[in-house]
T-cell receptor
Framework: GQNIDQPTEMTATEGAIVQINCTYQTSGFNGLFWYQQHAGEAPTFLSYNVLDGLEEKGRFSSFLSRSKGYSYLLLKELQMKDSASYLCAFLNDYKLSFGAGTTVTVRA | EAQVTQNPRYLITVTGKKLTVTCSQNMNHEYMSWYRQDPGLGLRQIYYSMNVEVTDKGDVPEGYKVSRKEKRNFPLILESPSPNQTSLYFC?????????????FGQGTRLTVV
């Protein structure tokens, strides 16, 4: 079967760093995505990892370990506008499976 | 402007009354899909299409139909809606479904079935 887990909620202070973990189990794997979704809006693409290691994109970085079925999204220098839900998703052939999302609240 | 357009944005209907939610993209994308989003469950894929006339079931296809007669359009059809289909629906498209191609999502359709 397929399963994907991430924490439900996280809170952090403006300017801080937050790490959102994601673990997954799947019979086939073609990559892992992170999406951001602000309340009431559509998800938007943040990152994609298919090989092990860290991908850095400005204030956001994403890490993948395929052998451990593990990924994380690192948000640095948090800003108020980063308050959103962060969705982890893995690709298996042509199907994309999402986790339930992690709601990050940034406090001043 | 590159976009995925869904209509309607909001819909309240009664049990059993057939409805269609339209989805159109202007990016010449091959891959399109439909998701429903429910609290605590995240986005779940209903159906996807790899190209014109090629569709396949996602994780929760029961009670839904789709068609892909043209590349740009991918309507979602509920032949006989039931209250458990009350949800937020998203259509998405991507150049293909592989090699890290990002999905572009429509603005969502909030459906209530009473």
């Amino acid at each position: 079967g397929q399963n994907i887990d991430q924490p439900t909620e996280m809170t952090a202070t403006e300017g801080a760093i937050v790490q959102i973990n994601c673990t997954y189990q799947t019979s086939g794997f073609n990559g892992l995505f992170w999406y951001q979704q602000h309340a009431g809006e559509a998800p938007t693409f943040l990152s994609y990892n298919v090989l092990d290691g860290l991908e850095e994109k400005g204030r956001f970085s994403s890490f993948l370990s395929r052998s451990k079925g593990y990924s994380y999204l690192l948000l640095k220098e948090l800003q108020m506008k980063d308050s959103a839900s962060y969705l982890c998703a893995f690709l298996n052939d042509y199907k994309l499976s999402f986790g339930a999302g992690t709601t990050v609240t940034v406090r001043a | 402007e590159a976009q995925v357009t869904q209509n309607p944005r909001y819909l309240i209907t009664v049990t059993g009354k057939k409805l269609t939610v339209t989805c159109s993209q202007n990016m010449n994308h091959e891959y399109m899909s439909w998701y429903r989003q429910d609290p605590g469950l995240g986005l779940r894929q209903i159906y996807y299409s790899m190209n014109v006339e090629v569709t396949d079931k996602g994780d929760v296809p029961e009670g839904y139909k789709v068609s892909r007669k043209e590349k740009r359009n991918f309507p979602l059809i509920l032949e006989s809606p039931s209250p458990n289909q009350t949800s937020l629906y998203f259509c998405a498209s991507s150049l293909s479904q592989g090699a890290g191609t990002e999905a572009f999502f429509g603005q969502g359709t909030r459906l209530t079935v009473v």
